[in-house]
């Protein structure tokens, strides 16, 4: 009789180690996904190649993840968890397009560049990516601009009235590969990079300052943007 209670209060306590065990596995799979990925790429990456970096069988693999599908979405929750993107939300604070793009491209390009080499891997793959992380991709993507453009897009109806220009620069403009081509390929600094962004974005917006509303010298009366000498320049001669 004895024995037989003590059998059934250590039940509770086997139970939960198991249960303890199973997740310890199920996070090493997932850590070892993650340094795949973001190492050799997701196209790189096989279950075998995962259960030899867990130091677990294919078998146990598949136990907790169905397909590699599975593991890419468990894989994609972890890393984001652990390096979220910058807070939109605290863009929208700023009311003037100019300054929130300025502070929205800070975050932003800051966090492309503290995360490029695990960020680049997995943008270079994406294709390789199952169909529901492409459109979570690009979902985030879309929400990152319209943070950025938030009570301004369609705005102006002069520059463009439904907004589409504004919108399709913006999501350019948020996304890695911009970002990648202006600092790593064309050799431009954060800070140079940031400035570009928020020039273009402002641009489309209608909201290009005056020269002399910078310093500038000689700026044109009527037409933001152009000089007198510009004016001259165009001027048919009789």
Not at 62 to 70: S, T
Not at 184 to 192: I, V
Request: hydrophobic share 40%.
């Amino acid at each position: 009789m004895h024995e037989q209670r003590r059998s059934t209060k250590s039940r509770p306590y086997h139970m939960r180690r198991r249960a303890e065990l199973v997740d310890q596995t199920r996070l090493r799979i997932t850590e070892a996904a993650v340094r795949l990925h973001t190492t050799v790429g997701p196209a790189h990456t096989s279950i075998a190649a995962i259960a030899e970096q867990a130091g677990v069988t294919r078998l146990t693999v598949y136990r907790h993840f169905a397909d590699l599908d599975a593991v890419f979405v468990a894989c994609m929750a972890h890393w984001s968890t652990r390096n979220p993107r910058p807070d939109a939300a605290a863009w929208t604070v700023i009311p003037d397009l100019r300054g929130r793009a300025r502070r929205a491209f800070g975050d932003l390009y800051g966090w492309y560049r503290d995360h490029a080499d695990e960020l680049y891997p997995i943008n270079r793959d994406a294709a390789a990516m199952p169909l529901s992380a492409q459109q979570a991709r690009d979902a985030g993507n879309r929400r990152l601009a319209d943070a950025l453009l938030a009570g301004h897009a369609g705005e102006d109806s002069t520059h463009d009235g439904d907004g589409r220009l504004l919108r399709a620069v913006a999501r350019h403009l948020v996304d890695f590969w911009t970002w990648r081509s202006l600092v790593m390929q064309q050799g431009l600094d954060d800070d140079e990079a940031v400035e570009v962004a928020v020039t273009l974005l402002t641009a489309i917006a209608g909201d290009v300052p005056r020269l002399d509303d910078i310093g500038g010298q000689d700026a044109d009366p009527v037409t933001p943007g152009r000089t007198a000498w510009d004016r001259e320049e165009r001027t048919p001669s009789r």
